[in-house]
């Protein structure tokens, strides 16, 4: 429980996420309250029961308060700096939970700045991937770092489009917070992460509405959760990409950005997840989904939340 002194000191701070701290003191974030959070209803689905977790991008630390609240074995919190300890210092103990945080700076070289922290069954990148440079840089050095079988969840702004297109924050055009450059198309995002062994097993899409400050004319961009399984090399690739098979054997930048190890010595995740009964067909016969089809033609969409608990707000009471 926080002193008297730590609510009043916490309720001056600004907080990006919702945050009841003691029964009926509410900090408030940076979402309204019906925004859903979509990292947050699907990682619900993931059995994260001693499993051990890692979080990039913690901000305040809601995430780990939720892989805790899942029996996760272990939780690492990563963030470029160290912005939010204070705060995650008050999550810890108004929800009596544990993590260890790690400040990285650029979400580059991951796996060598985490070399001494193993590999994990469950890593979640939200909200970070559009505010890097270069996005192929933080995916390759990600996927060393989880298990093999492990899951990945990554959330991040998109255009809804069928391309191979990744569209540039010219001008701010799409968003005018300055640190954000990137917003790929949906089927070059699922390709980037197949060319890096993630084999897309769920997502959930929400359009940017016509009166947010996100909203771009001409162009349907929304933000996408999706979850990966971690797969050996080349296994969620098309039969006929024989270009991404030899790139990834034969590529400089690929090699010396993700130096991924697929042999019987590695440590191997059997993390469980419960895919939606709509998408369960695909991923039994092919063993992933089609993003663009999922969001468009299967209805893995939502606007808003219904539910407090699938929104920016965590509360006490809840349990995910």
Known sequence: MLSNEELEQA?????????????????????????????????????????????????????????????????????AVPHCTQKMDWLKKAYNANWDFREVGLMYDLDQKLANEGSFDYVNLSGVLYHVF???????????????????????????????VMHFNTAGKLQTEPNTFWYPSIPLLEYMLRYFNF????????????????????????????????????????????????????????????PQQHGMDQPVSTIGYD????????????????????VNEYGRRIIRATRAQDTYLLRLGDES
């Not at 996005?135 to 959330?155: D, E, Q, W, Y």
């Not at 771009?216 to 006929?240: H, M, T």
Request: aromatic share 8%; charged share 20%; glycine share 6%.
């Open 11 to 79: 309720a001056k701070d600004w907080w990006y996420y919702t945050v009841e701290l003691s029964p009926g003191m509410v900090v408030q974030g940076a979402y309204p309250p019906d925004f859903p959070y979509m990292p947050r209803i699907l990682m619900r689905q993931a059995h994260l029961q001693k499993q051990d977790c890692l979080d990039l991008g913690t901000m305040e630390g809601v995430i780990p308060v939720l892989m805790n609240r899942k029996g996760a074995n272990r939780v690492l919190a990563v963030d």
């Open 134 to 164: 270069s996005p192929m840089h933080t995916l390759a050095c990600i996927r060393p770092l989880v298990k093999k079988n492990g899951l990945f969840m990554i959330s991040t702004n998109v255009v809804n489009e069928q391309s191979d």
């Open 199 to 258: 084999a897309p097993i769920d997502c959930l899409y929400s359009r940017h509405p016509s009166d947010s400050a996100l909203f771009v004319p001409g162009k349907e961009c929304g933000f996408i959760s999706i979850v990966c399984r971690a797969v050996d090399r080349g296994n969620a690739l098309p039969a006929n990409d024989n270009w991404a098979r030899h790139s990834m054997l034969s590529s400089w930048e690929y090699m010396g950005l993700s």
């Open 275 to 294: 895919v939606p009964e709509v998408l369960q067909a695909q991923v039994a016969q092919k063993g992933s989904i089609d993003l663009y089809l999922a």
